[in-house]
């Protein structure tokens, strides 16, 4: 099983980028998805997750202008981040609970990270 992460960039404060991450590999069923972030010196801290049904939670850093979304055909997972702050500039990773074909149990999964700059 493998997420591949992609939609990170350098933006002005004040505008938007969309995060994408999909999942691939022998993958039986995704429970929750969800957006993480580390910036330099800092702790990896979460920003937004979704469960397979939909139910989303955010950081109270992000609410409002972070939307999170899922494609559960394309098993995929999305961030889309409006009203970018320079305090969101971070590696921004995506994770998700994966049950394989042939396993009961779930697994966490991470993706490579992606790096986000937002400038003042």
């Known amino acids: 099983v493998q997420l591949q992460a992609s939609g990170g960039g350098l933006v002005q404060a004040g505008g938007s980028l969309r995060l994408s991450c999909v999942a691939s590999g022998t993958i039986r069923s995704i429970k929750d998805m969800g957006w993480y972030r580390q910036a330099p010196g800092k702790q990896r801290e979460l920003v937004a997750v979704v469960t397979s049904r939909g139910t989303t939670n955010y950081a109270d850093s992000v609410k409002g202008r972070f939307t999170i979304s899922r494609d559960n055909a394309k098993n995929a997972v999305y961030l889309q981040m409006n009203t970018l702050k320079p305090e969101d500039t971070a590696v921004y990773y995506c994770?998700?609970?994966?049950?394989?074909?042939?396993?009961?149990?779930?697994?966490?999964?991470w993706g490579q990270g992606t790096q986000v700059t937002v400038s003042s």
């Open positions: 994770k998700a609970d994966i049950s394989r074909i042939g396993r009961v149990r779930s697994d966490d999964y």
